[in-house]
């Protein structure tokens, strides 16, 4: 079993519907975790991050962590064309090391 | 005021020659990572330097030698390359003890061994 599974898609879904993008991983140890984005040809930009579990909103983005079944997520509300990209789940154990990423989930948004 | 920056963008080479990518970061970060993307755009990570100190080295190829200077620039130094090693590498670089510990990515450097 990876260390962190997530769905490579590609997931197509029309403009202004909500996106649910998921992550499983099996160390749980990972108390860290974060959401990138990452544009074609371009280097992963941070999303979102998230400590322990719970649920952390930034606009139209929500991050939720359920740690007892080693499962996190992304919603996207609204979604637009520009959100169009790969995103990919990231965790860590500790503090600002070891980061181990997702596959990624390809996703399209059509107008 | 770009945060990481990685030179060069593409690299196009013959195989058993040696290249190096340079990395540096102006966030005041003390963790340098290298990460390699390859073709299925999963990132693995390579190595991750500590105020200069080595702290990960998975399981990569001894013809792969990270160099870091100082704590803002972490350079990687390849030696004869080989069609295999054609992926795109980035640079990321974080604060070890910063709460929310994320990391920052350069923009890549694709490598294409011919």
């Known amino acids: 079993q990876k260390e962190v599974e997530q769905d490579p898609g590609p997931l197509s879904v029309p403009e202004g519907a909500i996106v649910s993008l998921n992550c499983t991983y099996s160390?749980?140890?990972?108390?860290?975790f974060m959401w990138y984005r990452q544009y074609s040809r371009k280097g992963p930009e941070l999303l979102m991050y998230t400590y322990s579990s719970g649920n952390k909103e930034d606009g139209r983005f929500t991050a939720q962590v359920d740690k007892s079944s080693k499962y996190i997520s992304l919603f996207i509300r609204d979604s637009q064309p520009s959100d169009s990209a790969t995103y990919l789940c990231a965790m860590s154990a500790n503090y600002g090391q070891n980061f181990v990423f997702g596959p990624g989930t390809r996703l399209s948004v059509l107008p | 005021d770009t945060a990481v920056s990685q030179t060069p963008k593409y690299l196009v080479t013959q195989m058993g020659n040696d290249k190096s990518i340079k990395c540096e970061q102006n966030l005041g970060h003390d963790t340098m990572y290298w990460y390699k993307q390859d073709s299925k755009k999963f990132l693995k990570i390579m190595f991750s330097y500590n105020n200069k100190e080595l702290i990960i080295n998975e399981t990569v190829p001894n013809r792969f030698s990270p160099k870091s200077p100082d704590k803002a620039h972490l350079n990687l130094h390849i030696n004869s390359l080989e069609l295999g090693d054609s992926a795109v590498y980035f640079c990321?670089?974080?604060?070890?003890?910063?709460?929310?510990?994320?990391?920052?990515f350069g923009q890549g450097t694709r490598l294409t061994v011919v």
């Open positions: 990321a670089s974080s604060h070890r003890k910063q709460w929310g510990a994320e990391a920052f």
């Open positions: 160390n749980s140890a990972f108390q860290y």
